[in-house]
């Protein structure tokens, strides 16, 4: 009697062209399987390539336990898990392509420049951004600054006017 297994998580340190070949080869001979990354980070936009290679979802490879139990539930019924410290990239990302924004590679937002991005669309301070998203303020200055430049924006109200233009966030 042979058991398929009903989730296969992939652990990497870097996501790689084989990692997603591997897994469009698993989901073709096994399309029972759930697929589900872990690893220390991902951008968005390699997860979004792993999910159109069939992956079901991301979670850090430093989550604890009871967030694996709860992907694996969620995986099985049908349902994507990804933490939500990487949620708002990706869905910055599928924002970007759905309305034909196609910019530079470059200039593209990461995950967390997207979730500093959010945050200033809702009238949030650095300071307030720092202790919400649990960071340093240095660091999100560096992010607010990334934005400005990526944006091609003067100042955080044109960043985010620019934003809300293009779908990328909503009030």
């Given at each position: 009697?042979?058991?398929?297994?009903?989730?296969?998580?992939?652990?990497?340190?870097?996501?790689?062209d084989s990692h997603l070949s591997f897994?469009?080869?698993?989901r073709k001979n096994f399309p029972e399987?759930?697929?589900?990354?872990?690893?220390?980070?991902?951008?968005?936009?390699?997860?979004?390539?792993?999910?159109?290679?069939?992956?079901?979802?991301?979670?850090?490879?430093?989550?604890?336990?009871?967030?694996?139990?709860?992907?694996?539930?969620?995986?099985?019924?049908?349902?994507?898990?990804?933490?939500?410290?990487?949620?708002?990239?990706?869905?910055?990302?599928?924002?970007?392509?759905?309305?034909?924004?196609?910019?530079?590679?470059?200039?593209?937002?990461?995950?967390?420049?997207?979730?500093?991005?959010?945050?200033?669309?809702?009238?949030?301070?650095?300071?307030?951004?720092?202790?919400?998203?649990?960071?340093?303020?240095?660091?999100?200055?560096?992010?607010?600054?990334?934005?400005?430049?990526?944006?091609?924006?003067?100042?955080?109200?044109?960043?985010?006017?620019?934003?809300?233009?293009?779908?990328?966030?909503?009030?």
């Amino acid at each position: 009697m042979r058991c398929t297994p009903e989730i296969l998580l992939m652990t990497f340190s870097t996501l790689t062209d084989s990692h997603l070949s591997f897994i469009s080869q698993v989901r073709k001979n096994f399309p029972e399987i759930h697929v589900i990354l872990t690893g220390m980070s991902v951008e968005a936009e390699e997860l979004l390539s792993a999910v159109e290679h069939g992956a079901f979802g991301f979670l850090s490879s430093d989550a604890c336990a009871r967030d694996f139990e709860a992907a694996f539930k969620q995986a099985l019924s049908g349902e994507t898990p990804i933490m939500s410290e990487i949620a708002g990239g990706l869905l910055f990302h599928a924002l970007m392509q759905l309305n034909g924004v196609d910019r530079d590679p470059e200039l593209a937002l990461s995950a967390r420049e997207y979730e500093v991005l959010q945050r200033m669309a809702h009238g949030m301070s650095n300071k307030e951004i720092a202790a919400d998203l649990k960071i340093q303020l240095g660091t999100v200055k560096a992010h607010v600054s990334n934005v400005l430049r990526k944006l091609g924006a003067a100042d955080r109200t044109q960043a985010v006017v620019k934003a809300i233009r293009e779908g990328l966030v909503e009030l």
